[in-house]
């Protein structure tokens, strides 16, 4: 049995135009799956139907995991609050620690006097540090990742996914992300799902067997070139880029 | 005590940004002055003549009384209707449906001009107290439901989104998300409310009582005594310019100091 399973038949922000339609797939224990596809495409809307954000107009999610987070595209920290309540506003539903709260704010590479400060003080790589510690806090076993770095400069981006995959591995999380980013899907995933067409389904899907470790920048570059081969991947990022 | 002295610096920063404010009082006071040359005693006493009208008047104890009594009657007028707009503006502006629902009954009555709200309030209530806190309620209550209302609408749906991740109560996300929100919209329309509750009492008072501020204008008035009434006018721009500066403005500093300056 897997913990999450996504069944949408449709979805539509308007119901009588859908934008996604007939789309199964399923996230177990540990697993990684990254969303592809151009930007517009509906990766997001699907990520926010898989966590329950939004509901299908037809079909269902199922969700057995005890614990989510979600890293936003935008950091979405409240700019009154300082970083330490930012990172514990994750614990209010539950207990709040403040303790633990710095423990993982220095994981994530903040120092206490960081932890003072207000949002809008903090650089945007900072912030998403904040935002990070917030999501892990909460020790989730599944994540959702709506692109959180994309903003950042790629040497930046790099020291981020390092610190999420370090988390990833520590506590075996399940992954469900969001990415129009080839060589980040190859890196990080167990299964990439190719989004594509209007409305929106799954156009492919492709495992990737060799453990992440071993997934070196040959590796990857030369899995990119075979997947820039694919038809199904060359015409879901063409449809809106014409 | 790092906190009190931080405290204490920003008391003195703020008394010390006060330097720009006291400047154009006194260029204020100055062209008073030169239109008081031109014009005359009668029509418009000089400041010093308006001053020494204002210590006559408060040598008499009366005087301190009727400054009370409206202070009183603007201060309960008010505070109810801050408690209770700001409340059920808040309530309603949860609901999409509520808001368009109770829009045209805003506008209805704000639309009604307070003098026909003193003109009412004199017929219905025998009370002088009752009739100036009334007019001031229903006049301004308005206003800051309106704000309230309007600042619950235009939250942001991606910070409730991220609340909702978290599983957070809605009474949490009260507190933490929608009222610092809120408050942005809430603390103009108070300022502004506040200084109008001062104006309609003045009002309902020469109208329609005996005592206060405003009885003792009728008083002035029917005596043609320009200076009392310049005297007058200062002592409620003083208790204006006291509560919003002492009282209003380092609330509002301390509430939103996350801003960038």
Redesign the interface.
């Known amino acids: 049995m897997s913990l999450l399973s996504v069944n949408i038949k449709e979805y539509g922000y308007m119901p009588i135009y859908p934008n996604i339609r007939n789309i199964r797939f399923e996230v177990n224990i540990g697993q990684i799956i990254a969303i592809i596809g151009a930007s517009g495409s509906g990766k997001t809307t699907l990520l926010k139907l898989a966590a329950g954000l939004i509901y299908p107009h037809d079909g269902d999610v199922i969700n057995h995991f005890n614990k989510q987070a979600y890293l936003f595209q935008e950091t979405r920290l409240l700019p009154w609050k300082n970083c330490l309540d930012n990172i514990t506003l994750s614990q209010l539903a539950s207990k709040v620690d403040k303790k633990k709260a710095r423990q993982y704010a220095l994981l994530m590479g903040l120092n206490d006097e960081d932890l003072k400060k207000y949002p809008t003080e903090l650089s945007g790589g900072m912030r998403q540090r904040v935002a990070l510690a917030r999501a892990f806090i909460t020790e989730p076993d599944l994540l959702f990742l709506d692109e959180p770095f994309g903003a950042l400069d790629f040497m930046l981006r790099e020291e981020m996914q390092q610190l999420l995959l370090g988390q990833i591995e520590l506590q075996k999380r399940a992954v469900l992300m969001v990415t129009h980013d080839l060589d980040e899907a190859i890196k990080l995933a167990d299964m990439i799902i190719v989004l594509g067409g209007e409305p929106a389904e799954i156009t492919k899907s492709i495992s990737i067997s060799k453990s992440r470790e071993t997934r070196d920048a040959e590796y990857i570059f030369v899995e990119k070139q075979r997947l820039m081969q694919m038809p199904e991947i060359i015409t879901s990022f063409k449809v809106r880029n014409q | 005590m790092q906190n009190l002295k931080q405290i204490l610096a920003n008391i003195l920063h703020y008394l010390w940004s006060g330097w720009g404010g006291v400047a154009s009082l006194f260029l204020l006071l100055a062209s008073w002055e030169y239109g008081h040359l031109k014009m005359g005693s009668l029509i418009l006493p000089s400041p010093k003549e308006s001053l020494l009208a204002l210590h006559i008047a408060l040598v008499n104890e009366q005087a301190f009384i009727d400054i009370l009594i409206t202070c009183k009657r603007a201060f309960f007028g008010f505070g109810a209707a801050a408690i209770l707009a700001s409340a059920s503006g808040i309530l309603a502006g949860i609901s999409m449906t509520t808001s368009m629902a109770l829009r045209p009954i805003i506008t209805f009555t704000m639309g009604v001009p307070p003098i026909a709200w003193i003109i009412l309030a004199l017929m219905w209530f025998a009370n002088d107290d009752m009739t100036a806190g009334f007019t001031v309620f229903v006049v301004i209550f308005p206003i800051i439901f309106a704000s309230a209302m309007q600042g619950m609408r235009m939250r942001r749906a991606?910070?409730n989104?991220?609340?909702?991740?978290?599983?957070?109560?809605l009474w949490?996300k009260l507190i933490?998300?929608d009222l610092?929100q809120v408050i942005s919209y809430l603390f103009p329309a108070w300022i502004v409310a506040m200084g109008m509750s001062w104006k309609i009492v003045v009002m309902a008072e020469l109208l329609g009582t005996n005592n206060g501020i405003g009885a003792a204008m009728a008083t002035a008035r029917v005596n043609i005594d320009t200076a009392a009434t310049m005297a007058w006018i200062l002592v409620i721009i003083a208790m204006l310019l006291l509560i919003e500066y002492l009282f209003l403005e380092p609330i509002k500093r301390h509430i939103e100091r996350?801003?960038?300056r």
């Open positions: 991606t910070l989104e991220m609340a909702n991740i978290y599983q957070l109560s949490q933490h998300l610092p996350w801003k960038p």
